[in-house]
């Protein structure tokens, strides 16, 4: 039985007022304040509960960005593609095949990103081509996303630390968000409310009709810690790995054992480091006790698995160490908003 606790009714004090409020700086919110900027509205709240911009992408970790090509087409354009124009700028930023590489059959450049994951085609497809997968350092990509914004200053106002936790609702109409902070509870009230939370936290009060079921054999029903490690000899590591399947294979069987869960290490945009994704079995992430026990459950077998993989494959990891652990889960699913979608043919 549940219990409850009735809380007072008490006023809250309005922080601030807006045109268009979006709520969470992840990939879409930070695009969506971007672009709302860029199209000539200059009266912009951007709320992000964390420390920075990107979400699942920088603080979950989501380092390698595939698929963004087909044959020697490139068909992601607009602000993802200006992040990786504009890091491609910064020494050592990121790592992957140029535009004017995508869709190459040259055995040469095959062999060059064959070991990068998704930087070719499949061995399937014939003939094998290169395609277009960007890596991408987190840490670098919250700078150049604080630079966007910077840029935007007198359109944009941007504030950090703030958790919206409810919409203000007059009928079915929002009208605002309630946020949690250092400096309490506030209000921010906007003519024009975007839930970018990934979770849907707002619409989901709004009375929004959603979805959050999913096949737990899919996945979408697993979540992730990733972690990178450093002091590993990453070009080894592919040399031994396409010279030796069968082994790759069993040492992912072994290292899977060891964890109780499937994880595999995998290229970043540097060759002294790895990062490690994993995937835990149906888990939701917006349950308390999941996201617990997602980040407690692979801390617990961090050490173990950097110590297997140096004894296992020490020609590439004997100085492997823990270089960091991402600051948020990795989420594969979460409440998807219930819509129609109107698609409009050829114009």
């Given at each position: 039985?549940?219990?409850?606790?009735?809380?007072?009714?008490?006023?809250?004090?309005?922080?601030d007022?807006?045109?268009?409020?979006v709520?969470?700086?992840?990939?879409?919110?930070?695009?969506?304040?971007?672009?709302a900027a860029?199209?000539?509205?200059?009266?912009?709240?951007?709320l992000e509960?964390?420390?920075?911009?990107?979400?699942?992408?920088t603080?979950?970790?989501?380092?390698?960005?595939?698929n963004?090509?087909?044959?020697?087409?490139?068909?992601?354009?607009?602000?993802?593609?200006?992040?990786?124009t504009?890091?491609?700028?910064v020494?050592?930023a990121?790592l992957?095949p140029g535009f004017?590489?995508?869709g190459?059959?040259s055995p040469?450049?095959?062999?060059?990103?064959?070991?990068?994951?998704?930087?070719?085609s499949?061995?399937?497809?014939?003939?094998?081509?290169?395609?277009?997968?960007v890596y991408?350092?987190?840490?670098?990509?919250?700078?150049?996303?604080?630079?966007?914004?910077?840029?935007?200053?007198?359109?944009?106002?941007?504030?950090?630390?703030?958790?919206?936790?409810?919409?203000?609702m007059?009928?079915?109409?929002?009208?605002?968000?309630?946020?949690?902070?250092k400096?309490g509870?506030?209000?921010i009230m906007a003519?024009?409310?975007?839930?970018a939370?990934?979770?849907?936290?707002?619409?989901?009060?709004?009375?929004a009709?959603?979805?959050d079921?999913?096949?737990?054999?899919?996945?979408?029903?697993?979540?992730?810690?990733?972690?990178?490690?450093?002091?590993?000899?990453?070009?080894?590591?592919?040399?031994?790995?396409?010279?030796?399947?069968?082994?790759?294979?069993?040492?992912?069987?072994s290292?899977?054992?060891?964890?109780?869960?499937p994880i595999?290490?995998?290229?970043?945009n540097?060759?002294?480091?790895?990062?490690f994704?994993?995937?835990?079995?149906?888990?939701?992430c917006?349950?308390?006790?999941?996201?617990?026990d997602?980040?407690?459950?692979?801390?617990?077998?961090?050490?173990?698995v950097?110590?297997?993989?140096?004894?296992?494959?020490?020609?590439a990891?004997k100085?492997?160490?823990?270089?960091?652990i991402?600051?948020q889960?990795?989420?594969?699913?979460?409440?998807?908003?219930?819509?129609y979608?109107?698609?409009?043919i050829?114009?």
């Amino acid at each position: 039985m549940v219990k409850y606790y009735h809380e007072q009714a008490n006023s809250i004090p309005i922080y601030d007022e807006c045109d268009i409020l979006v709520v969470g700086g992840g990939a879409a919110g930070h695009s969506a304040a971007i672009a709302a900027a860029r199209a000539g509205n200059k009266n912009i709240i951007l709320l992000e509960r964390y420390g920075y911009m990107g979400g699942d992408a920088t603080g979950g970790y989501v380092v390698m960005v595939p698929n963004l090509s087909w044959y020697n087409k490139s068909f992601v354009r607009g602000l993802q593609e200006e992040w990786f124009t504009r890091l491609e700028k910064v020494p050592g930023a990121i790592l992957g095949p140029g535009f004017d590489e995508i869709g190459n059959t040259s055995p040469l450049l095959i062999d060059r990103w064959q070991g990068i994951n998704d930087c070719v085609s499949r061995l399937t497809e014939v003939p094998i081509r290169v395609t277009r997968a960007v890596y991408f350092d987190p840490d670098q990509l919250k700078i150049e996303m604080d630079k966007m914004l910077l840029e935007e200053k007198d359109r944009i106002r941007v504030y950090c630390h703030c958790w919206a936790t409810k919409p203000i609702m007059e009928g079915n109409e929002i009208k605002g968000v309630i946020f949690e902070s250092k400096e309490g509870r506030k209000a921010i009230m906007a003519k024009v409310v975007i839930d970018a939370t990934g979770d849907g936290d707002i619409f989901s009060q709004a009375g929004a009709p959603y979805s959050d079921s999913t096949d737990g054999t899919t996945r979408a029903s697993t979540m992730a810690l990733v972690f990178r490690v450093a002091g590993v000899d990453y070009p080894a590591y592919d040399r031994w790995k396409r010279a030796n399947p069968a082994a790759y294979d069993d040492m992912v069987k072994s290292l899977e054992r060891l964890a109780g869960f499937p994880i595999r290490p995998l290229p970043t945009n540097r060759d002294d480091m790895v990062w490690f994704n994993n995937w835990l079995p149906n888990r939701s992430c917006i349950k308390v006790k999941d996201l617990t026990d997602t980040e407690m459950t692979v801390r617990n077998v961090i050490r173990d698995v950097i110590e297997f993989m140096r004894n296992a494959l020490p020609i590439a990891f004997k100085n492997a160490y823990l270089y960091d652990i991402a600051p948020q889960t990795g989420n594969r699913n979460s409440r998807r908003l219930k819509v129609y979608i109107i698609y409009i043919i050829g114009r």
